[in-house]
T-cell receptor, first 114, second 110 residues
Framework: GAVVSQHPSWVICKSGTSVKIECRSL??????MFWYRQFPKQSLMLMAT?????????EQGVEKDKFLINHASLTLSTLTVTSAHPEDSSFYIC??????????FGQGTRLTVV | GQNIDQPTEMTATEGAIVQINCTYQ??????LFWYQQHAGEAPTFLSY????GLEEKGRFSSFLSRSKGYSYLLLKELQMKDSASYLC???????????FGKGTTLSVSS
């Protein structure tokens, strides 16, 4: 089956630094990838839609200057959390859809900002 | 707006059958998904329904009624490892992101 690889699985960073998270579709091309955030005991909340070769579309309330998304190829999207603060600590998950509209999720990235 | 409702918590015992309901009101409909998520892990795909009826896959089955905006996930012969959060999600339009319900935390006891 289709595989989406997300890296790193977990990261601890100091407040004020930036963190980059990569999401790769390993065996299919994904013109669109999605980035979600999940706080403890809550569901997945869509942050942004990443489109290959164009600007990402952000959901209301998500700061585009803080969460930079780059989708430079059909198999890779990156999310950079800039100037991270403790309130940005969360579980970040990417997903990509194949041609059959099946959504596959990356392993998720646990970000802890200290 | 989009709205997906499912119970917050459910409990059951090993070997039993449990049904997790999901109702939705969305601006469009291109399929309903069920995912299982263990604590600290990413969701894993369980089932996909786009037509009315029952889809069976081993111990798990999923049902959809588009006219009622209703789906359920049926888990049979429950095992302790089935303790997890179960997420109902709707694809409103192809190529867009899934919209998730808040998830149902299922606790299976012996």
């Amino acid at each position: 089956g289709a595989v989406v690889s997300q890296h790193p699985s977990w990261v601890i960073c100091k407040s004020g630094t930036s963190v980059k998270i990569e999401c790769r579709s390993l065996d299919f091309q994904a013109t669109t990838m999605f980035w979600y955030r999940q706080f403890p005991k809550q569901s997945l909340m869509l942050m942004a839609t990443s489109n290959e070769g164009s600007k990402a579309t952000y959901e209301q309330g998500v700061e585009k200057d803080k969460f930079l998304i780059n989708h430079a190829s059909l198999t890779l999207s990156t999310l950079t959390v800039t100037s991270a603060h403790p309130e940005d600590s969360s579980f970040y998950i990417c997903s990509a859809e194949n041609m059959n509209t099946e959504a596959f999720f990356g392993q998720g990235t646990r970000l802890t900002v200290v | 707006g989009q709205n997906i409702d499912q119970p917050t918590e459910m409990t059951a015992t090993e070997g039993a059958i449990v049904q997790i309901n999901c109702t939705y009101q969305t601006s469009g409909f291109n399929g309903l998904f069920w995912y299982q998520q263990h604590a600290g892990e990413a969701p894993t795909f369980l089932s996909y329904n786009v037509l009315d009826g029952l889809e069976e896959k081993g111990r798990f089955s999923s049902f959809l009624s588009r006219s009622k905006g209703y789906s359920y996930l049926l888990l049979k012969e429950l095992q302790m490892k089935d303790s997890a959060s179960y997420l109902c999600a709707v694809l409103v339009q192809a190529g867009t992101a899934l919209i998730f319900g808040k998830g149902t935390t299922l606790s299976v006891s012996s």
